[in-house]
């Protein structure tokens, strides 16, 4: 796993109860047609643990079972809930909820989940009753409600979290279920958590994680005098009605055939709000203050332990900032993390004395005792309550408890207030740089307090900083990296978590695995440096590297390296969806990276600059380049400005990162000649361009005169001592192509012979060899080097070209054939036509007539309605055409060409060779070298097939 992946926001020590997640890891998916109470923690002062245990018992008089209504499709699945409802009773005491669901059991893969039944509660306020459990197979219904087979289980299923809840399941394994039962259920979970005061409130889930439903239904029936207010997430989807009657108030949610819901860790959590339903009796956001007020304030009583650590603390700070940062840092390291929720203590925090001789607490324990020792301090500290989970969209839900379900405290330093988080035990730095951010709104829990307020956003927050440097003191020889990264915030928190969770090996394969993946040549050299910032919540991570063959020499021009800004492409990556119907969740914030490269030597030329400048509603993206020998240097930064991409952005979104992505990053060109050599190589350029106007260089073609360029630039490259020896051996090949062009194979032997001894596994290399010795008619070699380019490169087809020709020209028609054939294997080589021709020549010398020999070449033949050069030759030796005609078509524009004609008149004579004219042959074949087409390989063959068959 890459450290992009394994980084995320730091995770909240989240401990209110609050509406269940949908789709919770680890858990069994809220909504799903199991109960699970609301959540309650209990404390080391809680009493002794509750005897939990159930009873069986008729439904209750005021439930309305609701049946199955076959007219309401269910979507597709081998796991349904032909109805999932839940009604409720709200008493003066509390509150009554009754559970029932049909199960459709449709392929033996659901046997598993069908057929086990599970109901949480918290025996501290809770009373479970089981009414039924059926089997329905055809016109049979089987009762499975047997007690002795519903067992207790304490699973504590959020241990891994540190909380222990107290809650117990009642769990219940069907026996002989099959594919195509039905089963149904329904209990009923008597009592409400007491901490709430009497108030009613309540969150269903309306669409379930577990399977498609198709119809749900929330019944509540409660005093038409209580004033329970109520919130639909999606009133297009949910129909509610109310009556009132024999003073009750009732109302009924229903919704019907409900799609399944699909995980999505990308999904803003606003979205979960439309599948849900709240209820909450408290009037106002003020209700909630004043009830959550008086939970902390019973917590945050003096006492002479909290004296004592006051006294401490102070004695060890030398003022007011100093005094206020101890005193978090004591409450976030010390003060363990660890949760014992059940009963009323879900949203009652411990006392502060308490916690203090514990030494642990979850997040409302640890913000009552950060508060109380803050204010006996003489500072101004409120708790706050929060959602981790809903942030913004907590405005949109229901004034109540469960709106909430982490805890903060405001602190007000030189008059502003500054939000601080109890339970992030890897803070560091000073308390200004440590404010919790991102949590969109909170309450203060402080009597009169009648709204939310607006929370530090980190959206103009740098979250990473890195800078590259590369340093090439010697362009010959391998350069350095040095990667330094400074994480900030949540990222620095995240990152000191891993690093105390996971060895030290497996932190940094992730940090090299995300460097590498951007510079595959790299090689780590040293282990990663950590240090933490001392008044930051910063941590700087350094890597080096060395990097190996870094540099490419592309046509022999530059020297080409490629940089990436991973720092800015990481944040944009997108989920491989071409369509998306749902919103996406983002991070927002500042991303930003530097890439230099250091040279120990100047070069020539200016260097390029890039720009780019993209703004739009979802982020800003800023890069530049700058370079001024012997230095080069890119900038970026990222700024994500939003934390929702809308579904109905999603296309134009994608499309943008689309056309930005080959902008996060870039190459940098290096000039392969110091600066003496460039102006050398520019007045000798100039020299020899003039004696080729002149006409004083006689050269056959533009090729030799490009060739001749090139050999000048090629050896001043090789003279510059700027090229590692990979990079010489490509120069040193390229020469050897070169000097064959010129016809000077043995000169152009010597220089490919030179590359190989630097880099004996250039596959280019051996196949510029085999083309040379085919040139000089060394078959030896021709087989020896062909042979080698296939072990190297067992993909090239062109080899076999090279080697066909060769046992061609050898006389071998039978091999010739065959290596002919494979090559044409690729279609690149068929639309190039020259194959085809060599295939058809090869099957008229081994005896074939021309019209077989069409034949044999004819699924070979291009695919173009009008085929440029060389389809006139292939016409040509297939009698479809005459030798005038194919002169006529080998103009290029209008204009004679030396190489069609000497590529053409080596096809007659070769074709005149195999009807028989061997005067026509000479003849051909002496204007196919009068050309002085030197380059071409038919040139060099035609001078082949003199010497064979003589001159006269």
């Keep these: ?43 080391a002062s809680a009493a002794a643990p509750v005897q939990a245990t159930f009873t069986i018992e008729r439904t209750p008089a005021w439930v309305q079972p609701l049946a199955a209504d076959p007219a309401v499709p269910v979507p597709a699945g081998p796991y349904q809930l032909v109805v999932a409802e839940e009604q409720v009773r709200v008493l003066d005491h509390g509150a009554e909820h009754y559970r029932h669901t049909i199960r459709q059991i449709n392929d033996t893969s659901a046997l598993q989940q069908g057929g086990l039944i599970d109901l949480s509660f918290d025996p501290a306020y809770q009373r479970l009753v089981f009414h039924q459990v059926d089997i329905v197979r055809g016109n049979q219904r089987i009762n499975k409600l047997d007690p002795r087979k519903i067992h207790l289980l304490q699973r504590e299923q959020q241990l891994e979290r540190q909380v222990i809840d107290g809650r117990f399941t009642a769990s219940l394994v069907l026996d002989d279920l099959r594919a195509g039962d039905r089963v149904e259920w329904s209990a009923t979970v008597i009592g409400d958590n007491p901490v709430f005061g009497g108030r009613f409130v309540d969150t269903e889930w309306n669409a379930y994680g577990n399977a498609p439903t198709g119809t749900w239904r929330l019944r509540v029936v409660a005093p038409a005098a209580r004033d329970i207010h109520v919130r639909v997430g999606d009133p297009a989807t949910t129909t509610v009605t109310t009556r009132v009657h024999d003073g009750l108030r009732e109302t009924q949610f229903k919704r019907t055939s409900i799609a399944q819901l699909a995980p999505d860790e990308r999904l803003p959590s606003a979205e979960y709000l439309k599948w849900q339903v709240e209820l909450s009796e408290f009037a106002d956001w003020k209700e909630v203050a004043d009830w959550a007020a008086q939970l902390f304030a019973r917590a945050m009583q003096p006492s002479p332990a909290v004296d004592a650590q006051v006294a401490e603390l102070k004695g060890k700070s030398h003022d007011r900032e100093s005094l206020l940062r101890a005193t978090l840092d004591f409450v976030q390291r010390d003060i363990r993390y660890f ?9 009652q925090p411990a006392a502060a004395d308490t916690v203090l001789r514990q030494r642990f607490g979850d997040c409302k324990d640890k913000v009552a005792l950060l508060a109380e020792l803050l204010t006996r301090m003489g500072f101004e500290a409120t708790p706050v309550i929060v959602s981790a989970q809903y942030q913004d969209a907590s405005a949109k839900r229901l004034p109540g408890p469960l709106a909430f379900d982490h805890a903060i405290v405001r602190v007000m330093v030189d008059g502003k207030p500054v939000f601080l988080d109890a339970t992030r035990a890897y803070q560091t730095g000073r308390v200004q740089s440590r404010e919790a951010l991102d949590l969109g709104v909170g309450l203060l829990a402080q009597a009169g307090t009648t709204a939310l307020a607006a929370l530090p956003s980190g959206r103009d927050t740098v979250r990473v900083d890195t800078l590259d440097t590369f340093a090439f003191p010697k362009l010959a020889r391998e350069g350095t990296l040095t990667s330094v990264t400074t994480l900030h915030g949540e990222w620095a928190e995240t990152f000191r978590a891993i690093l105390a969770g996971q060895s030290r090996a497996d932190v940094q394969k992730a940090v090299d695995g995300e460097i590498v993946r951007a510079y595959p ?31 490419t020499l592309p046509e022999q021009r530059a020297l080409l390296g490629r940089y990436a800004m991973g720092a800015l492409a990481r944040p944009l990556r997108l989920p491989d969806q071409p369509t998306r119907t749902q919103s996406l969740r983002i991070q927002t914030g500042r991303f930003l990276q530097h890439v230099v490269f250091d040279f120990g030597e100047p070069f020539p030329g200016v260097q390029n600059t890039p720009r780019l400048d993209e703004v739009n509603d979802i982020f800003e993206l800023h890069t530049r380049g700058q370079g001024q020998s012997p230095r080069q240097e890119m900038f970026g930064e990222l700024h994500l400005l939003t934390d929702t991409i809308p579904a109905a952005e999603w296309t134009a979104h994608r499309d943008r990162i689309v056309r930005i992505w080959p902008h996060l990053g870039g190459n940098v060109l290096v000039s392969p000649y110091s600066v003496s050599q460039f102006a050398a190589l520019r007045t000798e350029g100039d020299a020899l361009l003039a004696k080729l106007r002149k006409g004083d260089l006689h050269l056959a073609t533009q090729a030799q005169a490009a060739a001749t360029m090139k050999l000048l630039a090629l050896d001043k490259a090789l003279d510059s001592d700027r090229l590692t020896p990979p990079l010489r051996a490509q120069v040193l090949v390229a020469k050897g192509i070169a000097l064959d062009n010129l016809g000077k194979q043995d000169l152009g032997r010597g220089a490919i012979e030179s590359a190989l001894m630097l880099d004996p596994a250039n596959a280019e290399a051996h196949a510029a060899l085999a083309e040379n010795a085919l040139g000089r008619g060394d078959d030896a070699m021709v087989l020896r080097e062909t042979a080698e380019t296939l072990k190297l490169s067992p993909s090239r087809t062109d080899i076999y070209l090279t080697r066909g020709r060769m046992h061609y020209l050898a006389g071998a028609m039978g091999p010739a054939r065959d290596d002919f054939v494979i090559a044409l294997q690729s279609r690149q080589e068929v639309e190039r036509m020259y194959g085809t021709i060599w295939l058809y020549l090869a099957n008229r010398r081994a005896g074939s007539d021309p019209g077989k020999a069409a034949e044999a070449v004819h699924a070979f033949e291009p695919s173009a309605t009008y085929p440029e050069w060389p389809f006139s030759v292939l016409q040509l030796m297939e009698n479809r055409t005459t030798l005038d005609a194919a002169l006529v078509a080998s103009q290029d524009n209008g204009q004679r060409s030396a190489s069609r004609e000497c590529e053409l008149y080596y096809y007659a004579g070769e074709k005149a060779l195999a009807d028989g004219d061997m005067a026509g042959a000479r003849k051909f074949l002496h204007m196919s070298v009068a050309t002085g087409v030197t380059e071409f390989v038919e040139y060099q063959a035609a001078q082949r097939e003199l010497a064979r068959i003589g001159d006269k």
């Design 521 to 551: 040549t790299l090689v780590a050299t040293t282990p990663m440096e950590v240090v933490d910032d001392g008044d930051e919540d910063a941590v700087r991570i350094t890597a080096h590297y060395r990097t190996g063959e870094f540099w």
């Design 339 to 347: 949760g014992t929720e059940g009963g009323t203590d879900s949203h």
């Design 1 to 43: 796993m890459t450290l992009a992946k394994t980084i995320r926001a730091h995770g909240l020590g989240c401990c209110l109860a609050a509406a269940a997640w949908p789709l919770a890891v680890g858990a069994q998916p809220a909504g799903s047609d199991t109960h699970r109470a609301k959540s309650a923690p209990r404390t």
